[in-house]
């Protein structure tokens, strides 16, 4: 299975449309592109596995794999990435803004539930993210 992030890239944040094998799922708000670097900027462009994490703080939840100099890029409820990502992605059910969506935790649960009956039928779920 593959998800796909079409990104549009702001000064203050990036805000990104995302597809579950070809269908419009929700959009996704990211920090702005600061050359990969370490908590402040969105991942480089490319294409990642996904595999399920669990965590206290964010419970289930997805996080992707080889991600270059990075590691730990989890995908995750939040509605303000500059408030709340650091270097993460979070699905939203809208967009209010650059880097900033509504409902996260509703377009969360859907990708988590496909994701993960994918994960129990042994398939691959990646993630391709472009501009």
């Excluded at 809208?94 to 994918?118: M, P």
């Amino acid at each position: 299975m593959n998800l796909v992030l079409q990104r549009t890239y702001f000064k203050k944040g990036t805000n990104g449309a995302l597809f579950m094998n070809d269908s419009f799922v929700g959009f996704c708000i990211e920090l702005p592109w600061r050359e990969n670097t370490k908590r402040v900027s969105c991942i480089p462009e490319g294409n990642y596995e996904l595999k399920p994490r669990y965590s206290e703080k964010f419970k289930h939840h997805l996080v992707l794999q080889n991600v270059p100099k990075r590691s730990l890029i989890l995908i995750h409820p939040a509605n303000d990435a500059n408030k709340e990502l650091q270097g993460c992605l979070a699905p939203v059910s809208s967009l209010t803004g650059i880097a900033k969506g509504l409902q996260s935790r509703i377009v969360f649960q859907k990708i988590l539930s496909v994701c993960y009956q994918a994960f129990e039928r042994k398939e691959k779920v990646t993630l391709t993210i472009k501009s």
